[in-house]
């Protein structure tokens, strides 16, 4: 989380050409230092009961204070197909992200959708030699110069 705000807060003189492709979380939760165990836990001590904390929700930081003007791609992972793009835009408008990137743990891989304000567009593997990351990657390059034009006529590009 530091190291995000400090590459933010340094590359906010780049305005809308700066992109921020923020990879899906490792995990909602975390251990605290504080609790961890300084020895070995001992299994004869019995059940063992573990609290997790929440991972501090960043996004909505990084938009209107470290990088305002920055593009960002933020990404959704969800198991069931019935919540995927309804949870990816909640992202959108909780966090002000510009696009967020939908897949499903099932078929991650092979499909992926793309969700901003106006579209949703499905990117899919077209062949076994062809990266899926190749296709998605050109498709937020091309976000990212709309966003640069549309931002270079409304004067918000820094």
């Known amino acids: 989380m530091f190291i995000l705000q ?3 807060t340094s590359i906010n003189c780049f305005g809308c050409h700066s992109m ?22 001992q ?29 960002c791609v933020s990404f959704k ?9 309804q949870k990816a835009d909640a992202a959108l408008k909780k966090y002000g992200m510009h696009v967020v990137v939908a897949n499903l743990l099932a078929n991650y891989k092979e499909e992926v959708v793309v969700v901003t304000q ?6 899919r593997r077209n062949s076994t030699d062809e990266d899926l990351e190749k296709q998605l990657i050109g498709l937020l390059t091309e976000r990212h110069s709309d966003y640069i034009n549309q931002s270079g006529t409304q004067s918000n590009c820094q």
Not at 20 to 41: G, Q, T
Not at 118 to 123: C, F, G, S
């Open 77 to 85: 992972l969800e198991t069931d197909p019935d919540i995927l793009t």
């Open 6 to 8: 400090l590459v933010a």
């Open 118 to 123: 106006n579209e949703k567009t499905t990117v």
């Open 43 to 71: 299994s004869a001590s019995g059940p063992l009961d573990m609290r997790l904390n929440q991972v501090p929700k960043t996004l909505s930081v990084l938009r209107k204070e470290w990088a305002p003007a920055a593009f």
């Open 20 to 41: 921020f492709y923020l990879a899906a979380a490792v995990s909602d939760f975390y251990v605290p230092w504080e609790s961890m165990a300084k020895h070995k836990i």
